[in-house]
């Protein structure tokens, strides 16, 4: 199993994307800790994930509750972590918010909100987790073809991605002399909540192709690559898990 006896922590892990990754880490022999902000969602995926992990025997799962953007909540979870299973090999920061509309009809709270929970949040688990992470951990950031190729509509989520993978890049110098490895898994539309909540989608104005859509089982088998020695050579780099979208939107836009 690619990741016997390793501890991963996992934010936004409670649905969606951060759930299927928990679970592909469980299914590879990994003690997964999710991150979330719904107790009831959380106690939920903590019964579920910890019936598969008894499956495999070794690999466990527990749920801690906290907000990414809070400094003092995530280092009480990454503690929490560290006194049950002494070190953290993998942190996928994996929580998002995504704000739709102008510019000039976004609140400055919504503005700050998405920056707390998709750029400070990423800084605040590697903050914390960091002094816990032997060589060869990895940590990977979840971010989205929006970094890249965006409409005028997503100007905060934008930013915040483009931040995330500059962040990326940043921290993988950093971390060079440690030996952990830092990547970012840039994702087009994928089956979860955030795509058809988006208000553009639920109103049609934005058409999607299910041709498109990947299923969070897809996103989390690249984010398996990146936790595990097969991508021991791997680290300040972007991954592009789209379908080949980013293509696509550009011929659409064209």
């Not at 087009?188 to 999607?208: Q, R, Y």
Request: charged share 25%.
């Amino acid at each position: 199993m690619e990741l016997q006896d390793k501890v991963a922590v996992i934010t936004g892990g409670t649905s969606g994307i951060g759930k299927a990754i928990a679970r592909r880490f469980i299914e590879e022999g990994a003690s997964v800790a999710v991150i979330g902000h719904s107790d009831e969602e959380g106690e939920k995926v903590e019964g579920e994930l910890s019936a598969l992990a008894r499956q495999h025997g070794i690999a466990r799962c527990i749920y801690l509750h906290a907000d990414v953007s809070d400094g003092e909540q995530i280092r009480r979870a990454v503690t929490t972590v560290a006194d049950r299973w002494h070190q953290i090999h993998v942190v996928v920061n994996n929580a998002a918010v995504m704000k739709t509309g102008t510019l000039l009809d976004t609140t400055e709270e919504e503005w700050d909100r998405t920056m707390a929970i998709n750029l400070r949040g990423p800084f605040l688990m590697v903050k914390y987790a960091l002094p816990f992470m032997p060589p060869h951990s990895a940590i990977i950031n979840v971010s989205s073809v929006h970094a890249v190729a965006t409409d005028a509509q997503s100007t905060a989520y934008s930013t915040s991605k483009g931040g995330l993978e500059t962040f990326t890049r940043a921290l993988s110098l950093e971390c060079y002399d440690r030996r952990i490895r830092v990547n970012a898994l840039r994702l087009g539309a994928v089956d979860t909540e955030m795509l058809w909540e988006n208000p553009a989608v639920k109103s049609g104005a934005e058409k999607i192709d299910m041709r498109e859509v990947a299923c969070p089982r897809d996103i989390a088998e690249a984010a398996l690559f990146l936790a595990g020695r097969r991508a021991d050579f791997v680290s300040g780099t972007v991954l592009t898990v789209d379908g080949g979208r980013l293509p696509i939107l550009g011929s659409h836009a064209s």
